[in-house]
Structure formats: C-alpha cells, structure tokens
C-alpha cells in the first residue's frame, strides 16, 4: 500500500466567469519515503492539488469527487478534528512564499515550538530544545540566539528555512512543498534543496514536490507527474521523462529551458499559452498548442495510457495522456529525441565543473515540435491565446 | 550580434547610488543616518547592436543599475554618456528626449502596465508625448507595433487585464518600440513568466534586436537566460562587478569564485547531471556596512590564506567563518554546535576539551587543523573563549588569521580578451597563493 493515493480528484472553483475545473480526475500515488514531483506551467492545476490533498479548498473551490488515502485512510471521509490532526502531525506543507506562512508577532523560535507542544504533547523545555535542534538541522546559525528573534529579522532564505523547521517539528510521513525555492536565490535555493533532500532522507519523509522547474526536479525527484490544465498528461520516472518524454507537451517545456552550453541561438517555444480554465479546448485540451494534433484531438479527449501497450494503467508508473498512444492518430508524432555526447571540453584545458555524464546529455528534438501555424490559434477569437505563432520563425 | 570596434553608444563611468537608510528627522539632524551603498561605482559600456547581460543575487543593485542610468533614480555620482552626452547632466526636458532613444522594459508585466487605458493607448502614449503621430498616422503606427510583437491589431481596444502575461509583457515591448529607441534596458523581462512563454518572449526580443539594430541592456537573475540572450556579461556583487567579458568566456573557467558557484548553483535539467555544487556560507551581507577588501571575501569558497598557513583550504575558510562570527558574538552558544537532550545546559561550564569539540563540531573543523601555527591560534582563542574573553579570543584569530581578500579591494584584473576578474587570484602579486591550484 502506498502512502498517499489520490483516486479521481475532481475539484471545481464556481466563479462568477462560470465553473472552473481546476482538478480533472486526476490520479496518483506517493511511496513512503520518495520523492514525487508535479511540474507544470502556472494554471495546471498543481497547487490545488495538493491544497486538496491536505482537504484546504476553500470557498468557492469545492471537491467534488475522488478519494485521497493516506495510510489507507481516506481523508474525504474524516471529521475536521480528524483531518486536523493528520495536518502537520503526519502531512506537512510548506508554502512559495515563506513571509506570509509566518506569524510576525511571534518569535521564529516560539512558532516552532508551539508546533511541536500542540502535536506532540512536549512540556516547554523540551519543546523548546526541540525547536533548537531543528532550527539547527536547517542550517540556521547560532540557533539558539536566533530563536527569540521575529520572522522580519530573517532573510527570505533563512525565512523559508524556519518554514522548513516547522514543517519538519512533528515528523511528518509526507511532506508536500509548493514551490519552496522559486522566490529565492540560486545559491540559497541549491542550499536548501540540499538540506531539504538530507532532512527527507534522515526523518524517512516522503515529499510532494511541486514546481514548474525542471532542474529542480531533476535534481530531487524519483518520479514526476507532469500537469497540464488540471489534468496528468505524463507520469514517469525522472530519467523516463527527461530522457524519453511521451507527451508532446513534456516535449515542448523540456525544448523550452534555456539550457547553458547547449549553443542554440533561438529557443524552441510552445506557441500560446496554458487555456483558461473557464473554457478549456474541447477533446485534447493542449491541442491547440500542439504541432502534432489532428482533427480527432479536438473531439476525443485522450485517457492516460501506457504508451507501449495503449491500455489503460490505474495508478502505475508509466503513463502518457496522448491520442497517439491509443490508436487515434494518422501520423506518429515524429519529434525524435535525441541524447548527445558530452559537452565539449573548453579550450584551455581547465576542467569544466559543470561536468556532465558522457550519456546524459539532455534531451533534445530534432525536429522543432513548435512549427506551429498561427491560423490554428486564431480560430480561438478571443484573444486568450498569447500570439506566440510569431516567435516560431 | 558580436561586440563590434565601433565606439560604445551608452557609456558608463563611476556610477554610483547610495540610499540614506533608517533614522527619522532626528536621527538626519544629529547626522546619525546611514548609507546603503547599492551600487559603488561602476564601470561600463554598451556597444551598438549588442546585448549586455547584468546577473547577480537579490540585493546585488541590479535593479539600481538599470534605472540610474536611465535616471529614473537620481544616481549620486558618475557619469552616463549617450552618444556624448553627459544624461546624468541634461536638464529634465532634455532627458525627456533623450529617453527617446533609450527606453525601458519593466519586470512585472501586471503592475507596469495602466489598467484603465486600452492596449492602442498604452502603446500610442509615447508617441502622443513625443509628438511622433496624431490621428490616422497614430493608429496605423499602434496597429504596425502591436504586429511587430506579434499581437493582432484587433488588441488595441481591449484593456491590460484580458491579456495573458507573456501578452503584457509583448505590450510592454511595443510600447518601447513605439518611440523608434536605439537602447532597451530590459528588467527581468521574463522572470514573472512561465517557461513556455519565457522562451517565446526571448525569441522576440532577439527578433526585434535583429530587425531594428537595438542595442540590450537586461538584467536578470537567470543565468540560462542571460547566457542566451547576451554577448556580454556583467556580475555584480554587493554593488560592484566582480566579473565582466564575453558571454562564453564568463561562462567558462577563469572564473570569479562569486560567478563559479553562481554557475554551479544553477539546478540543471537533467537527472543524470552529477557536478559539484559550491555551497557559499552566509547570506549576501547587508549593503549597509559592506565588507571590507574584496566584498565577497566573507563568503568566498577561495579566500586567500596568509603567507605563512600551509592547510586546506576548506579548514582555512571554517577559521575565517569562525573569526567572522566571533567578530559579534557575547555568547558561548553562537559559537558551538548544537547537543540534542542538553537543553538546561550552561555552556560556561563546560571543560576546556569539550567546548573545544563542540566548536569545531559547529565549524566543521578536524581534530587537528592543518598548520601547527594556525592550530597553535586556535588553541589560543579557545583558550580566552574558556575563559568568557570574547573580545580577546577574536583578537587573536584576527591578528594571526587575516586573509590579503580582507586588506585589498581588487581591481578589475585582465584575464583575457575583454574579459576581467575583480578578485586577488588574477593579481600577479599573489602568484603561489595556495588556492590558486586547488
């Protein structure tokens, strides 16, 4: 049994522009102790997600439908006491913006160690150490000291830290982090991937992570769910994914990074934009980004699949949400990927630290998957669609 | 497009801006105000028809850079020159035409953007300013903009908010074009925008550069992208470069130790990638009161060591971690590691040996230290430490353990062509510097 099991999520945010579905029937499962990651553009669906996962959708959002085992509990079924106590005790959440996750009139110190008295029934003393110990764990300097200072007198990186202390207080099973390092520097972000991945490792913490960087979840993740307009259109393991993505969109984002070294003058791009989710494209909702959809992509929405077998895989590892893989397209989608031979050395002969392994050199499309024309996007009138038939020259 | 012989269009000499920091009017009368020094003096030029990239953590005066140049901050010293015109000397009206020709492209594509005029009025407004059209002529040029950056001439009567980012961001690059402007600064121009729409913004701003001969200055926190789009890179660091050249050539060895673990820090998007990453210690240091020497020497994986010390280079940097913290410290726990299950514990009451073990646990200090002077030190500051001297403790790490990195500001040292290190390891002074091979 794994630890966390999302069957048939559905949520709808009921908004005054109409009924959103920000969560489609969406399906997964988180091992005990691994590292899951949920990459996708803003308005995926990613934060919902989780939001649901820890029963946090508010008013107008509601969950419609679809089960949510921890433990082989479901959580939809739990009173709110109940469901109360799973948060931080056994599922902990950490925030993008770790500012506002904290109390300003209280001490970072006091934050942590309320935590910790509240969940773990510690006296003052001990939670108190606790506190400490963590702050320490996090790699705050002098803990001791900076435990009776207030969240203003922290910098960002130091602010998000704290966040992590906390989340950590009560030794979760599941930790779901929601992009912890967008709002921070690269050396700090680097500093603390690392110490969240060490932290995850020694307390035996599964974590959720959601972001829209694909080399944060290079570096961290075991497996990746891959979201797109609330719905799951890739699941793979990182190396499947980075090196033998399926879908057209996971083709689309990985072209798109500017990569250092990689000596491309343009950048590959996916014409127009993520759909407003009031009115998301009938059939394939990405069909009107993709460079290979056809007509039957506008009618039939595609179910995931194992792409070798096209059948259907329930919660399994492997898993592509493309018409290609079930029989429905004429043309094969004939993007090839292709994985290059190392780097070439610099001339001076001095070793390049950014070493890379002779076989893993990223992916890359041989044919530009982006050789959209803009007529396609121009039948959505609306001027939603971001006009990006311009940039694929 | 390369960096070419012609002479530089904007030029920048000794910029400077300092912000007065805290204190109200009293503290402003009894002269007690301090200064944050954003950016110290800077240097640089910007040839036509190149890209210059500026990179650096947050609090590095990136932002401060871009708009004191174009003065949208009075800068409190240097010199701006475009096209031989001193801009930091111009009156107001004759800056307003000479921002004409430079233009500005801003980070947040939601907030720079006046929701209560439609896209044709945002676009047309500088040409109304300018006096560049009227009437027909005006409409045409707002629809040929909207056009240019790939949005449709129907666009020009809806309002910023039905627009997605990448959309606004493409209105804000036609409501710079709409001026005919030789120079674009551009802010983080893609930083608030996803991927997908990252890379169609940059394939733009490349076309745009190509079509119109635009010369680029962007800012960015990004170093993918800055390595995409620019001929020229700047790194800044507390208000100063610590490293300028050629795009390929900051991106490859010799590095800056700032730019090397910049580099290094980035997260790579490939699950297969195994480079090491250079872990700085401490935070970027508050503008306020920079360090001293070279700015970065408190945090630099690299710091020199004196010319009598013989050992690693990682212990040599805990001593100097060790030494910066004393610096402030009035307590035994901002010195020592942390022991779980002690929490009652009075650290003053600790052996000599133990609070020896726990300091070197919290610096990650071996038994011994390399050098049998540099121990001898250790030993000594431990020895006041024991005794509750803090002062005296410091004292004597300070006296003994004082990196050449703390003394000397480095220049901008040549290393190749165009290409300069502001760092003490390209100083032929400090040729058999022990980190010079490591």
């Known amino acids: ?311 259907g895989v329930g919660l399994s590892d492997r898993a592509a949400a493309c018409l290609a893989y079930t029989g429905d397209l004429d043309n094969e989608l004939d993007y090839e990927v292709e994985v290059r031979g190392r780097a070439e050395q610099p001339e001076d002969g001095q070793p390049d630290p950014r070493v890379r392994r002779p076989d893993s050199e990223p992916v890359r499309t041989d044919s530009d998957p982006v050789g959209l024309d803009t007529d396609l996007l121009d039948q959505n009138d609306d001027g939603e669609d971001d006009a990006g038939g311009l940039s694929d020259g | 497009m390369a960096k070419t012989a012609d002479s530089p269009i904007l030029e920048i000499e000794n910029l400077t801006k300092y912000y007065e920091s805290g204190g109200g009017l009293v503290d402003t009368l009894l002269g007690r105000s301090q200064e944050v020094k954003a950016l110290d003096g800077v240097d640089l030029e910007l040839y036509p028809g190149e890209t210059l990239g500026i990179v650096g953590e947050s609090g590095c005066g990136k932002t401060t850079l871009a708009r004191s140049l174009l003065r949208l901050i009075e800068p409190t010293a240097g010199t701006v020159r475009y096209e031989d015109e001193d801009l930091t000397a111009a009156s107001d009206d004759r800056l307003r035409a000479l921002r004409k020709d430079i233009q500005y492209i801003f980070q947040d594509p939601f907030a720079s953007l006046n929701p209560r005029l439609t896209v044709g009025d945002i676009v047309g407004e500088p040409l109304d300013i300018h006096d560049i059209a009227e009437g027909e002529a005006r409409a045409e040029r707002v629809s040929d903009l909207l056009e240019t950056v790939g949005l449709n001439q129907r666009h020009a009567h809806r309002y910023p908010h039905e627009f997605s980012g990448g959309q606004r961001q493409r209105i804000g690059i036609a409501r710079a074009l709409a001026v005919d402007p030789e120079v674009i600064v551009c802010d983080e121009p893609v930083s608030a925008l996803d991927v997908s729409v990252q890379a169609q913004i940059l394939n733009l701003l490349k076309e745009l550069q190509a079509e119109f001969g635009l010369s680029y200055i962007v800012i960015a926190h990004d170093l993918s992208v800055v390595e995409h789009i620019a001929d020229r890179v700047g790194v800044l660091y507390l208000g100063e470069f610590a490293e300028v050249g050629p795009t390929e050539d900051v991106f490859q060895p010799p590095y800056h130790p700032y730019a090397e673990a910049l580099l290094s820090a980035i997260p790579e998007p490939d699950p297969g990638w195994e480079g090491d990453r250079i872990f700085l210690s401490g935070d970027v240091p508050s503008p306020l009161n920079p360090p001293s020497g070279c700015r970065f020497h408190t945090r630099c994986p690299k710091v020199i060591q004196p010319e009598w010390t013989d050992m690693a280079q990682s212990e040599w940097r805990s001593l100097m971690d060790l030494k910066q913290r004393l610096r402030k410290a009035d307590s035994l726990e901002a010195v020592t590691a942390v022991r779980e299950g002690l929490e009652d514990e009075d650290l003053r009451q600790l052996s000599r040996s133990a609070l020896e073990a726990r300091v070197r646990d919290e610096f990650g200090l071996p038994e011994t230290v390399g050098d049998r002077k540099a121990e001898e030190v250790f030993g000594t500051a431990l020895d006041h430490l024991h005794d509750g001297a803090f002062e005296a403790a410091w004292t004597a790490l300070n006296d003994a353990f004082e990196s050449p990195c703390e003394r000397t500001d480095p220049e901008l040292f040549d290393v190749g062509d165009d290409h300069r290190i502001a760092c003490l390891l390209y100083d032929d002074a400090y040729p058999e510097t022990p980190t010079r091979t490591s």
């Open chain 1, 1 to 311: 049994m794994a630890l966390l099991e999302v069957e048939d999520l559905t949520v709808n945010f009921y908004t005054e522009e109409g009924v959103v579905t920000a969560v489609d029937d969406l399906s997964f499962r988180i091992e005990r102790g691994e590292k899951f990651g949920v990459v996708g553009e803003s308005g995926a669906g990613k934060s919902v997600t989780a939001l649901s996962v820890m029963r946090l959708i508010e008013e107008p959002g509601r969950i419609e439908s679809g089960t949510v085992r921890f433990d082989g509990t479901d959580l939809m079924e739990m009173s709110e006491s109940e469901v109360r106590d799973v948060r931080g005790n056994d599922i902990a959440m950490i925030f993008q913006d770790a500012q506002t996750a904290l109390n300003p009139v209280y001490t970072v110190g006091e934050q942590i160690a309320e935590a910790i008295r509240h969940h773990l029934d510690y006296d003052d003393a001990a939670a108190r150490d606790r506190a400490i110990r963590l702050l320490d764990d996090v790699g705050i300097p002098e803990p001791a000291a900076r435990y009776d200072d207030y969240p203003h007198e922290f910098s960002g990186g130091m602010q998000q830290r704290v966040v992590i202390a906390m989340a950590l207080s009560c030794d979760p099973d599941l930790l779901i982090a929601d992009e912890p390092t967008t709002a921070l520097d690269v050396t700090i972000e680097a500093k603390i991937l690392d110490r969240l991945e060490r932290l995850a490792e020694e307390y035996d913490t599964a974590i959720q992570l959601i972001t829209h960087d694909l080399g944060v979840i290079a570096e961290m993740c075991d497996r990746v769910m891959v979201m797109y307009a609330g719905r799951a259109v890739e699941k793979a393991t990182v190396e499947e994914l980075y090196y033998d993505p399926k879908h057209p969109y996971t083709v689309g984002l990985m072209s798109a990074i500017p990569r250092i070294g990689d000596g491309q003058d343009r950048l590959q791009t996916i014409p127009g934009t993520m759909p407003d989710l009031v009115e998301v494209p009938s059939g394939c909702s990405f069909h009107p980004r993709c460079p290979f959809a056809e007509e039957v992509c506008t009618r039939k929405q595609p179910p995931l699949v194992d792409p070798d077998t096209g059948e």
